[in-house]
């Protein structure tokens, strides 16, 4: 199948009536930020609450007679097996979606509901990688027909008609599309339809700094595997991207963007709070991005937001994550004097006055003359850390600065 713009077109005729045609939305916030005229497209209110529903439904509902008794198979983060469950149950067609221990149960319970009977559901390692493998062999063993997440010209196009309704519903293209990057599939769809009909659109793909394989790649000139990988941002965390993704995006140069995930989770919370937008972390990706690059003034910037299946167990780490990258939530060892008031003097002399103590877990008694605990501190202003640390050497205390990149700071957040 050839990737182009007509064959986006002609993806858009088999989704319609079937996929949602999702709002664009002015971000009064985002663009007060960036001085750019910053629209959301809502990705998040498809019915699988993401793009991915676009790329499966095209594949799936391409198959022949024979290939559809066969059924389906899938690997997935959560998202991708939310598509294929949706098409399936639509289309009447059997399937099996394979997922990594890291997708949320949340995603794992949807993934079950929305297939309808028609689904059923394999967890297999740790990573998006181990799920692929084992949903490629299940393929070879029973016959089903292998569903991409990403590396499928079928799910491409799929993802690329996100571009040509933008299009469609602003009545020209944007000055700046930013679209979050995992494997590789809809930015790769959206560089295809947007380069052959609007080349004067800039795409900028956002990925989590943690798992940044397509920059990777392009680095290397080829795909290669992360020796690393941050699952974090699950939906978008991905160890290879996809060969037809990877020479897309390699032909059409897009700006590429590193977003670290304590930022992703400030703009999570920012979402929720101001739009009242609940997103997951691949979801808040590309709007995240707007931290690492500037638009110009004026311009018209769509932001996809693309997943909105977040578990709500997550948001005790979100808000805890967001407040280290922002700076207000610090970690140390304390030695404190083990004499009476050493604590109320700590809390009188060293903690600012908007300061709070959130952490404290103190070791036993013993007959040292001090007495270590681990102590987490918010401070009331992110620039104060400075002076909080000219007062704690100021006092009888000694004390040790838990780095973020130690490994015993993973243990807290």
Partial sequence: MT??????????????GVVTRTPLQRNERLSAATGANVWLKREDLQ????????GAYNLISQLEPDQRRAGVVCASAGNHGQGVAFACAQLGISGRIFVPATTPRQKRERILAIGEGRVDLAVVGDTYDA???AATAEAAASGAIVVPAFDDARTIVGQGTVAREIVDQFGYSPDVLVAPVGGGGMIAGCLTYLAERHPATKVVGAEPAGAASMAAALRAGHPVELGELDTFVDGAAVRRVGDLTFGLVQRCGPALVAVPEGRICSEMLALYQTEGIVTEPAGALAAAS???????????VVVLVSGGNNDVSRYAEIVERSLVYEGRKHYFLVNFPQEPGALRRFLDEVLGPDDDITHFEYVKRSNRETGPALVGIELGDPDSFGNLLMRMDASPITFEVVASDSPFYRFLV
């Avoid at 990737?3 to 319609?16: F, G, K, P």
């Fill in 290 to 300: 707007l931290g690492s690059f500037r638009p110009e003034p004026g311009q018209t």
């Fill in 3 to 16: 990737i182009d713009a007509r064959a986006v077109d002609e993806a858009a005729e088999r989704l319609a």
């Fill in 47 to 54: 019915p699988v609450r993401s793009y991915k529903i676009r």
């Fill in 131 to 133: 799920a692929a493998a």
